[in-house]
């Protein structure tokens, strides 16, 4: 093998592992960093590990949510029709936030069984529903009309 070829090869491995090492760094980013979305549904029939972020969607509970008198605590169910799951959140709520409303919490599944929500959004008018939520609740068999009828 002459000098020249040489070099070229060793060129050419060099940047094999230089992309290779690149694409590797950019998936574990991209994994760490995706936040995916799961129903009430999904939580009860998945075994999901506690301590990952995702985010969850449903309508909170009718008389679900309790608040603590001396913080800002609030304690909520959100469910798909199907399946419940208990949240809790620490923070001001968004003031569309109430029963039979639209939501997403981003948080994660803590070991005692609830969700602990770090950030709570609320659709923002009385038409839209977030699309993830929407089929959630055609999967449970609500209909997203029936579902914004309870909202007025």
């Known amino acids: 093998m002459t000098p020249t070829r040489k070099r070229r090869l060793i060129a050419v ?13 950019a ?4 994994n760490e960093n995706m936040l995916f979305f799961v129903s009430p549904t999904d939580v009860k029939e998945q075994n999901l590990p506690a301590g990952k972020r995702f ?11 309790s608040r603590a008198s001396d913080s800002l605590t609030v304690q909520f169910v959100v469910t798909d029709g199907a399946a419940s ?8 709520l968004p003031d569309l936030f109430r029963e039979g409303q639209g939501i997403i919490a981003i948080g994660e599944l803590r070991p005692e069984g609830y969700f602990e929500a770090a950030e709570v959004l609320a659709k923002h008018d ?3 529903m977030p699309p993830e939520v929407a089929d959630a609740l055609e999967k449970a068999g609500h209909t997203v009309e ?3 009828e309870t909202d007025t």
């Open 27 to 30: 998936k574990k980013a991209l």
């Open 13 to 25: 491995l060099v940047i094999i592992l230089g992309v290779g090492a690149a694409a590797v760094v």
């Open 85 to 92: 799951v208990d949240v809790t959140y620490d923070g001001i």
């Open 146 to 148: 029936s579902a914004t």
């Open 55 to 65: 985010r969850l969607g449903g309508l909170v509970a009718g008389g679900s949510v």
């Open 126 to 128: 009385e038409n839209y």
